[in-house]
């Protein structure tokens, strides 16, 4: 069992910036490849980002290249989610998820592929 914890979200205006984290308990964490996941109201949770269990290689979705950046501190038991030019549409709960590596057939930007997730962090963009 992993529990996650995700915290940082808030209310900001269009172009601000926030970071979200999540903390992860247990003794395994590095051993987990990382994502972030949100779900604005009336729509399906969608993919975010995601960082690597053992390269650290990243992934984002399209609609946030180049504006956010996924992180991570082992020693920590951290992920952090780094959200620079935020947009209205960026208004969402945000979730953390792990994912242990054991369906290596299922995309990294599927849920499918996570076995935990944290209950979520609402993040509001003004205009």
């Known amino acids: 069992q992993v529990q996650l914890v995700e915290s940082g979200g808030g209310m900001v205006q269009a172009g601000d910036s926030l970071r979200l984290s999540c903390a992860a308990s247990?003794?395994?964490?590095?051993?987990?490849?990382m994502g972030w996941f949100r779900q604005a109201p009336g729509k399906e949770r969608e993919f975010v980002a995601r960082?690597?269990?053992?390269?650290?290689?990243?992934y984002y979705a399209n609609s946030v290249k180049g504006r956010f950046t996924i992180s991570r501190d082992n020693a920590k038991n951290t992920v952090y989610l780094q959200m620079n030019s935020l947009k209205s549409e960026d208004t969402a709960v945000y979730h953390c998820?792990?994912?242990?590596?054991?369906?290596?057939?299922?995309?990294?930007?599927?849920?499918?592929?996570?076995?935990?997730w944290g209950q979520g962090t609402q993040v509001t963009v003004s205009s």
């Open positions: 998820a792990a994912d242990r590596n054991l369906d290596d057939g299922v995309s990294y930007n599927l849920r499918a592929a996570y076995d935990y």
């Open positions: 247990g003794r395994t964490f590095s051993r987990y490849a």
């Open positions: 960082i690597n269990r053992i390269d650290g290689r990243t």
